[in-house]
């Protein structure tokens, strides 16, 4: 049995969840067209006969401008000091620059194998993608480089392989069925974020947060809280017509997941000024 922990690490927006979406085989991280989507590290695991593989999600580097940001990058930081394998994830569409260059001191200075994916190739023309394949092995002595697409799952398998072959040999870390280590409520809160994010823009994804107030056999009773009334107003929309589409978007993966039983979904929008500023606010929201 081989088994362990790899980082998962990036610029935001690069497709670090959607990556290991595709690597476990099924969503364990809310995607979203937004950068910092992921607020938390997700555990995703890719279990296998032989092979427990657990990648660890992560917020990407940022340079901190609230207490929620300060956090996140905080939470990066942490993932760092007990991991087999760092994967580095890098954006073949853009520019691979600083940001990717700073990043890149911080994980090949940790002393494990550093393996590069460089996502988002599809559609991309093979020249480009080798030329971008350059400009990522130039970041530094890398383990192994695989140019990959999350979306088509281009790649998936090899990279997949690739990190399992890193993995030293271990216990299993968590029971072979069990795909994330988020409790129910957190995904479900997730996912109702995920519904917000795809329906916002501007400065409304970022002050966007979801707390489940209630969670039985019949009632699901959420809040989305935001920092504003003017954000308040957006979210619920004319005549409740915003929150009540996320309602409907987050509804059939709510019930998926709690065994395609019917849920009465209470959405309710509420103002919390200041959160992501507020350290008590955010240690309450296990942020
Ligand atoms: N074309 C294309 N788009 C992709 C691919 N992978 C991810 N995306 C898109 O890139 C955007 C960001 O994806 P995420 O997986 O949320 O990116 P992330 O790195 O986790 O972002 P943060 O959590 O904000 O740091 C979404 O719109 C995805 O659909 C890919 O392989 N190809
Ligand atoms: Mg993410």
């Given at each position: 049995m081989r088994s362990g922990f790899v980082a998962v690490a990036g610029?935001?927006?690069?497709g670090k969840s959607t990556l290991v979406n595709a690597l476990c085989g099924g969503k364990v991280a809310i995607v979203s067209d937004?950068?910092?989507?992921?607020?938390q590290r997700i555990f995703g695991i890719a279990n296998g006969d032989d092979y427990q593989l657990v990648l660890a999600d992560l917020p990407g580097f940022q340079r901190p401008r609230d207490a929620l940001t300060e956090r996140m990058q905080h939470t990066v930081d942490r993932a760092?000091?007990?991991?087999?394998v760092v994967l580095f994830v890098l954006s073949a569409r853009e520019r691979i620059g600083a940001g990717d260059r700073f990043i890149a001191q911080r994980v090949y200075s940790l002393g494990v194998p550093v393996v590069i994916a460089l996502n988002k190739v599809d559609r991309l023309k093979p020249g480009h993608i080798a030329q971008q394949m350059q400009a990522a092995a130039n970041l530094g002595p890398f383990h192994a480089l695989h140019p990959v697409s999350a979306k088509t799952g281009d790649g998936i398998a090899e990279l997949r392989e690739e990190l399992v072959g890193l993995?030293?040999?271990?216990?299993?870390?968590?029971?072979?069925?069990?795909?994330?280590?988020?409790t129910l409520e957190m995904q479900i809160a997730e996912l109702i974020r995920e519904k917000a994010l795809g329906l916002t823009r501007d400065e409304v994804p970022h002050a966007i947060s979801v707390e489940i107030e209630e969670l039985d056999e019949k009632v699901l009773r959420a809040h989305l809280l935001v920092e504003t009334d003017s954000q308040k107003q957006i979210l619920v929309g004319k005549a409740g017509a915003m929150v009540k589409d996320i309602g409907t978007r987050a509804r059939p993966e709510i019930e998926a997941l709690i065994d395609r039983r019917p849920v009465f979904l209470e959405l309710m929008v509420k103002v919390r000024p200041r959160w992501r500023r507020d350290e008590a606010a955010l240690e309450r929201m296990g942020l």
């Open positions: 610029r935001p927006n690069v937004k950068p910092q989507t992921t607020r760092f000091e007990d991991v087999d993995l030293p040999e271990g216990p299993l870390y968590f029971p072979q069925e069990q795909r994330t280590d988020l």
